[in-house]
T-cell receptor
C-alpha cells in the first residue's frame, strides 16, 4: 500500500521569507516522489520529482525538495517566497511497479505581502 | 501546442441524468487517468488506461464508466448511479511504462448536480 501525508492544511509565510511545505510518505519498495501546484479552478502543474540520485531536487519557479529516506519525507522548499506562489500544493508518490500516483490532501500556501 | 484538453469546463446536471466529460491529448501518451477532486480530500483515482481498448478501475470507480477507443481520447461518463457527483474532475496522461514520469493534467471540468 502507498500513502502520502501532508500534515499542514494551511501554511502562511511572509513575502521574501523561506517557505517549507511538508510531505511524508509510506510505500513498499523504492518511492518515486512528485510535487504539483494548483491555482484556483485550474489543473495541476508539475513542479519537480525525485526518482533516484541526488537527494536535493531542483524544479520549476525556484522550488526545490529534499528526499530523506530515513524520515520518509520529501519536503518542498523555496528560499524566498513570492506572493504569486500562493496556491494549493500536492505531494504525490508512486511505488515501484505501481500504475498510478497517490496524492496527498494538499497544503494551501498563502504568501503575505 | 501539445497538451490535454478537457471539456466542458463547467457542467450542470439534473439528478438522474448521465453526463460525459471529454478528455483529449496530443502528447502521444499511452497512459491516461481520471481523478476526482473534492475539498480537503486531495485527488482520488477513478479509472486509468495504459493502452487503447484497455482500462482499470481506480479507488472510486463506482458510478462511473470510461472508454478508450483511441489513443488520444479517454471520455468519462458520470452515471445516475454515482451518489454524489458534484466535484472537480481532472484528466491526466503520462508516457508508456513511465513509472518515473510525471502526469500532465488538463484544466479540469467542474460538474454540479442541481
Amino acid at each position: 500500500a502507498q500513502s502520502v501525508a501532508q500534515p499542514e492544511d494551511q501554511v502562511n509565510v511572509a513575502e521574501g521569507n523561506p517557505l517549507t511545505v511538508k510531505c511524508t510518505y509510506s510505500v513498499s519498495g523504492n518511492p518515486y516522489l512528485f510535487w504539483y501546484v494548483q491555482y484556483p479552478n485550474r489543473g495541476l502543474q508539475f513542479l519537480l520529482k525525485y526518482i533516484t540520485g541526488d537527494n536535493l531536487v531542483k524544479g520549476s519557479y525556484g522550488f526545490e525538495a529534499e528526499f530523506n529516506k530515513s524520515q520518509t519525507s520529501f519536503h518542498l522548499k523555496k528560499p524566498s517566497a513570492l506572493v504569486s506562489d500562493s496556491a494549493l500544493y500536492f505531494c504525490a508518490v508512486r511505488s515501484t511497479g505501481a500504475n498510478n500516483l497517490f496524492f496527498g490532501t494538499g497544503t494551501r500556501l498563502t504568501v503575505i505581502p | 501546442d501539445g497538451g490535454i484538453t478537457q471539456s466542458p469546463k463547467y457542467l450542470f446536471r439534473k439528478e438522474g441524468q448521465n453526463v460525459t466529460l471529454s478528455c483529449e491529448q496530443n502528447l502521444n501518451h499511452d497512459a491516461m487517468y481520471w481523478y476526482r477532486q473534492d475539498p480537503g480530500q486531495g485527488l482520488r483515482l477513478i479509472y486509468y488506461s495504459q493502452i487503447v481498448n484497455d482500462f482499470q478501475k481506480g479507488d472510486i470507480a463506482e458510478g462511473y464508466s470510461v472508454s478508450r477507443e483511441k489513443k488520444e481520447s479517454f471520455p468519462l461518463t458520470v452515471t445516475s448511479a454515482q451518489k454524489n457527483p458534484t466535484a472537480f474532475y481532472l484528466c491526466a496522461s503520462s508516457g508508456t511504462g513511465a513509472y518515473t514520469g510525471e502526469l500532465f493534467f488538463g484544466e479540469g471540468s467542474r460538474l454540479t448536480v442541481l
